[in-house]
């Protein structure tokens, strides 16, 4: 199979030119994936070695996207030897390899964000301080921040600038609270996920003969989106390539929009300063949307300064005009949207699942929920709780993580009266207290109770020697059983199944089901990881779980209802309609941004974003009041609706901008449509008798141009074209009356005469 056909001339340029550093500038819906899946294939088609190739992503699901192309090019088994995966299971994987030269254990576990919270509240609480200064979230975002810049905490203490820092924002002792939140994980043998990206940074810096053994190894380093590292992710890349410089990164700066997270636009921006022989390429087809969205969106963009200059163009249909949807509240806002889906849902036989409604943040879907529900509209929140972060599953996975790492403080203390067993909260505060007093672990206090008998009456002693023995146990089983037999057994015998079933209200036996389908998810895991030759044991299921993202929990097709998210969610998804709402001066761009022209040309590149997540067509709504802190407040159109030619724009106004602010002026009239092709002149319409009595049902594959078809509702009909591809494959039907429909395939039931 020769791929490189299935490129257009930029995209083979970038896939051929495997030497030296390479920038490949992807614009939106370019098709970057097929890009660096190609890439990948050459080299190995060249006769590079899987593992010497190196290819970075930021979620698990597109490096398995990627992995899965590759398979289907080279075949699995040379697939299944590249290093292919996200920053940060990449480098936990070196990590554990490494771990004792950075005092950790090969079996250290890592911490989620909640985790890291109740570590950070814990010690808030034990320093006595006062916890809606020291609010806990805001203190691990600074500590995370830090770490992001590579700053440890013994550096964070001892810098007089981020001391003025904290103590303006009245939290002088944030450095200590840094200081002991290291000291407890590297205690409890834990490391967060800023962690793995630190630690790694430390290894290299500390460790030189194994930073050349890696350098040595990764002879091609792929990056995608590289306009999302951060500092820490930017230096571990720059040290990696050094050696072979064989570097291709790719990404979109006009699509940097997670400087919150640390991201850095500059990484993208001076990669030609860092390897001034570096070799550009840029994808600039938009396969993705119609004409109108990409020129719409190029309109606003070109307006940023700091940017590397493309054109994206589209030569796919025209398309729609963007409609502009005015509203007088913002309750009235969610009314025309919902009223928008509707129509076209029903009207037009779309899918629920077509549809997505993006917001700049969260407080905005409370009406557009309600709005949805109303019109009895199915919908979901993207982003919601995942899986894995419901408490009951949360329990069992503590003790898990507690029978593989026995120091990891934040699962003990989760489950060590999970189910009631007697030990009161005052008993793990003595635990604490000794451990503390001695730097070891809770688990290292445990089983010296016998050098501490005094702190505790016998019968305490009774109940913590058997929670004891009980982990002792089941770390015993983990080396012997794979990952499936261990779980079911520690379910059981922990208690937690017993628990759940004496519960059997609905919310109970909800819980018991959650415990099964994790289960179910370890056991298919299991035979998985046997099959295909890889670790089956429970370390590695944990490991894969901790290394989730935000966007890997979400399944795909599974529900046909309508998507609600915010901006920063849907990078890198795709629907056939977005409705981008609240654009409002003050909430898109955001208030603090409006005087910041760095944050404000950010603010530009999310509405780029949010409007390139769409195929077919996009909406822009505002209100022209909302309520905020529970008042009604009159809000402007926002800048961003101005900055399209009016073009390219249809419905109740167009802007432009002024000195002072921007002021309506004539609404733009609906456009003027093309005429309908007169179906009847053309002989579209000589469709024949149908026998009813003949039909027999076809699948949706079969369907093709010039077949006439029998539709349940609609009758006899001419199919006229097909497009699309899978589920979203579409046929346009002439039906006997003369009338044009567009029918999902899927859904469409359509029958044949037979013969």
Request: with cysteine.
């Given at each position: 199979m020769n791929f490189l056909n299935e490129l257009n001339e930029n995209q083979q340029k970038a896939v051929l030119n495997t030497e030296g550093?390479?920038?490949?500038?992807?614009?939106?819906?370019?098709?970057?994936?097929?890009?660096?899946?190609?890439?990948?294939?050459?080299?190995?088609?060249?006769?590079?070695?899987?593992?010497?190739?190196?290819?970075?992503?930021?979620?698990?699901?597109?490096?398995?996207?990627?992995?899965?192309?590759?398979?289907?090019?080279?075949g699995t088994e040379i697939a299944a030897n590249l290093w292919m995966g996200t920053f940060h299971s990449i480098f936990s994987k070196i990590l554990r390899f490494e771990a004792e030269k950075l005092g950790y254990t090969s079996n250290y576990t890592i911490y989620d964000t909640q985790d890291s919270k109740n570590l950070v509240k814990s010690i808030i609480k034990e320093m006595k301080l006062d916890d809606k200064v020291y609010k806990p979230s805001a203190v691990l975002s600074r500590i995370s921040m830090a770490k992001n810049n590579l700053i440890v905490?013994?550096?964070?203490?001892?810098?007089?600038?981020?001391?003025?820092?904290?103590?303006?924002?009245?939290?002088?002792?944030?450095?200590?609270?840094?200081?002991?939140?290291?000291?407890?994980?590297?205690?409890?043998?834990t490391m967060d996920f800023d962690d793995l990206l630190l630690q790694t940074n430390i290894l290299?810096?500390?460790?030189?003969?194994?930073?050349?053994?890696?350098?040595?190894?990764?002879?091609y380093i792929l990056v995608d989106e590289y306009q999302d590292t951060n500092y820490a992710q930017y230096l571990i890349v720059k040290k990696l390539s050094q050696q072979h410089r064989n570097l291709c990164v790719v990404g979109?700066?006009?699509?940097?929009?997670?400087?919150?997270?640390?991201?850095?636009?500059?990484?993208?921006?001076?990669?030609?300063?860092?390897?001034?022989?570096?070799?550009?390429?840029?994808?600039?087809?938009?396969?993705?949307?119609?004409?109108?969205?990409?020129?719409?969106?190029?309109?606003?963009?070109?307006?940023?300064?700091?940017?590397?200059?493309?054109?994206?163009?589209?030569?796919?249909?025209?398309?729609?005009?963007?409609?502009?949807?005015?509203?007088?509240?913002?309750?009235?806002?969610?009314?025309?949207?919902?009223?928008?889906?509707?129509?076209?849902?029903?009207?037009?036989?779309?899918?629920?699942?077509?549809?997505?409604?993006?917001?700049?943040?969260?407080?905005?879907?409370?009406?557009?929920?309600?709005?949805?529900?109303?019109?009895?509209?199915?919908?979901?929140?993207?982003?919601?709780?995942?899986?894995?972060?419901?408490?009951?599953?949360?329990d069992l996975l503590a003790y898990f993580r507690l029978a593989v790492n026995q120091n990891d403080e934040e699962a003990f203390k989760r489950i060590i009266n999970y189910p009631r067993r007697g030990i009161g909260d005052s008993t793990v505060e003595k635990i604490r207290e000794i451990a503390d007093k001695y730097h070891v672990s809770l688990?290292?206090?445990?089983?010296?109770?016998?050098?501490?008998?005094?702190?505790?009456?016998?019968?305490?002693m009774s109940k913590l020697q058997k929670f004891g023995s009980m982990i002792e146990r089941f770390r015993q089983l983990i080396p012997e059983e794979n990952a499936y037999d261990t779980a079911v057994i520690i379910a059981r015998s922990s208690g937690i199944i017993d628990d759940l079933s004496n519960d059997e209200t609905p919310e109970g036996v909800s819980r018991k089901e959650n415990i099964q389908e994790l289960l179910n998810g370890i056991k298919d895991f299991s035979e998985t990881a046997y099959k295909e030759g890889k670790d089956d044991k429970l370390p590695a299921f944990l490991e894969g779980v901790a290394l989730l993202t935000d966007q890997d929990g979400e399944k795909e097709g599974d529900q046909n209802k309508v998507t609600l998210m915010t901006i920063h969610s849907s990078k890198g998804l795709e629907f056939a309609n977005v409705f981008i709402t609240g654009l409002e001066e003050e909430l898109f761009p955001a208030q603090q941004s409006v005087t910041n022209p760095a944050s404000l040309e950010e603010e530009r590149r999310l509405f780029y974003v949010a409007l390139t997540r769409a195929e077919k067509r996009a909406y822009m709504s505002f209100a022209t009041s909302r309520y905020k802190n529970g008042q009604i407040v009159t809000s402007r159109p926002s800048?961003?609706?101005?900055?399209?030619?009016?073009?390219?724009?249809?419905?109740?106004?167009?802007?432009?901008?002024?000195?002072?602010?921007?002021k309506l002026r004539t609404p733009i009239m609906n456009r003027v449509r093309k005429p309908e092709i007169n179906l009847h002149a053309s002989g579209h319409t000589d469709i024949p008798e149908i026998d009813r009595s003949k039909l027999q049902p076809i699948d949706a594959n079969q369907v093709i141009p010039g077949m006439i078809i029998y539709h349940p509702t609609f009758g006899a009909g001419k199919v006229i074209?097909?497009?699309?591809?899978?589920?979203?494959?579409?046929?346009?039907?002439?039906?006997?009356?003369?009338?044009?429909?567009?029918?999902?395939?899927?859904?469409?039931?359509?029958f044949v005469q037979q013969s």
């Open positions: 550093p390479s920038l490949v500038i992807a614009g939106a819906g370019s098709g970057k994936t097929r890009v660096l899946t190609y890439r990948i294939a050459q080299l190995l088609s060249q006769g590079v070695p899987a593992y010497k190739i190196l290819a970075l992503t930021f979620t698990n699901k597109a490096a398995r996207e990627m992995q899965k192309r590759i398979a289907e090019l080279v905490a013994q550096s964070y203490a001892q810098s007089a600038r981020i001391l003025s820092e904290d103590t303006a924002c009245k939290r002088p002792l944030l450095g200590e609270i840094y200081k002991q939140y290291q000291q407890r994980c590297k205690q409890s043998d290299f810096r500390d460790h030189p003969e194994v930073l050349a053994k890696y350098q040595e190894k990764f002879q979109d700066d006009a699509q940097s929009i997670y400087s919150f997270r640390g991201a850095r636009i500059e990484n993208i921006l001076n990669f030609k300063n860092d390897y001034p022989d570096y070799k550009l390429f840029k994808l600039e087809q938009n396969y993705r949307s119609t004409t109108t969205i990409v020129d719409a969106a190029n309109c606003v963009i070109r307006k940023n300064k700091e940017q590397i200059p493309k054109k994206t163009f589209s030569e796919n249909e025209e398309g729609e005009k963007i409609k502009v949807l005015r509203a007088l509240s913002d309750k009235e806002e969610g009314f025309q949207v919902t009223n928008e889906i509707f129509k076209l849902a029903n009207y037009e036989q779309q899918e629920y699942s077509d549809f997505a409604i993006l917001y700049r943040t969260n407080a905005q879907s409370r009406i557009l929920e309600e709005a949805l529900r109303k019109r009895n509209i199915p919908y979901k929140i993207y982003g919601g709780q995942s899986f894995y972060q419901r408490k009951e599953i949360k688990w290292t206090v445990l089983c010296n109770l016998n050098k501490v008998a005094d702190a505790f009456n016998s019968g305490t800048r961003f609706i101005g900055e399209i030619d009016q073009e390219f724009l249809e419905g109740y106004l167009a802007m432009r901008e002024e000195s002072s602010g921007f074209n097909i497009e699309g591809l899978g589920v979203q494959k579409k046929a346009k039907v002439v039906f006997a009356a003369g009338e044009a429909r567009t029918l999902l395939l899927k859904f469409a039931k359509l």
